[in-house]
Structures are given as structure tokens and as C-alpha cells.
């Protein structure tokens, strides 16, 4: 299970979720920022940070969103050298 960022992060990315998360399993994608799967800890700190309520549990992303499951996973199948999200405050 991981932690999936949805339609409301693009144009956003504000990053207030990068300076919460413990491994740094944020990364900072064209569009959106994105979760990495297999790094996410499932800890759920990220979740209430978001300012545009972006963030859901896997199995708790809303119906309208829920093609930013698979587009979250296949982000970094296609950008294996997709960079870490900076920290908003660093
Ligand atoms: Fe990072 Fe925790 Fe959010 Fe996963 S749930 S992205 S480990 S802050």
C-alpha cells in the first residue's frame, strides 16, 4: 500500500508534504509531485499537510481520482531518474 497525490497537486506542488515525510519518498514530477510506492512507509504524515487536500491512502483515493493510482505507479516507470522533491522549507 502507499500514499497516492491526485489531480488537485497539479499546478500546485506546494511541497508543504515533502517537509513532513520521513524517507523522502516524494518526488517531484512534470506535472505534479508523486509518491514512490515501493519507498512510501505508509505513515501518513504527508495526508493533512497537503493545503489542496490532494493526498489519499491507495485504497482511499476518491472515484473521480482514481486514475491517479496507476498514473502515480507508472510515473516512475517511465522516469526512473525522476528527482527527490525539494523541501519547501528547508
Ligand atoms: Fe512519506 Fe509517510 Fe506520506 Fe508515505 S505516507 S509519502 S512515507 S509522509
Given at each position: 500500500?502507499?500514499y497516492?497525490?491526485?489531480?488537485?497537486?497539479?499546478?500546485?506542488?506546494?511541497?508543504?508534504?515533502?517537509?513532513?515525510c520521513?524517507?523522502?519518498?516524494?518526488?517531484?514530477?512534470?506535472?505534479?509531485?508523486?509518491?514512490?510506492?515501493?519507498?512510501?512507509?505508509?505513515?501518513?504524515?504527508?495526508?493533512?499537510?497537503?493545503?489542496?487536500?490532494?493526498?489519499?491512502?491507495?485504497?482511499?483515493?476518491?472515484?473521480q481520482?482514481?486514475?491517479?493510482?496507476?498514473?502515480?505507479?507508472?510515473?516512475?516507470?517511465?522516469?526512473?531518474?525522476?528527482?527527490?522533491?525539494?523541501?519547501?522549507?528547508?
Amino acid at each position: 500500500m502507499t500514499y497516492i497525490i491526485a489531480e488537485p497537486c497539479i499546478g500546485v506542488k506546494d511541497r508543504a508534504c515533502v517537509d513532513v515525510c520521513p524517507v523522502e519518498c516524494i518526488y517531484d514530477g512534470e506535472d505534479q509531485l508523486y509518491i514512490k510506492p515501493e519507498e512510501c512507509i505508509d505513515c501518513a504524515a504527508c495526508e493533512p499537510e497537503c493545503p489542496v487536500t490532494a493526498i489519499f491512502e491507495e485504497s482511499a483515493v476518491p472515484e473521480q481520482w482514481k486514475a491517479f493510482i496507476p498514473k502515480n505507479y507508472d510515473y516512475f516507470v517511465q522516469h526512473p531518474d525522476a528527482p527527490v522533491a525539494q523541501r519547501k522549507n528547508a
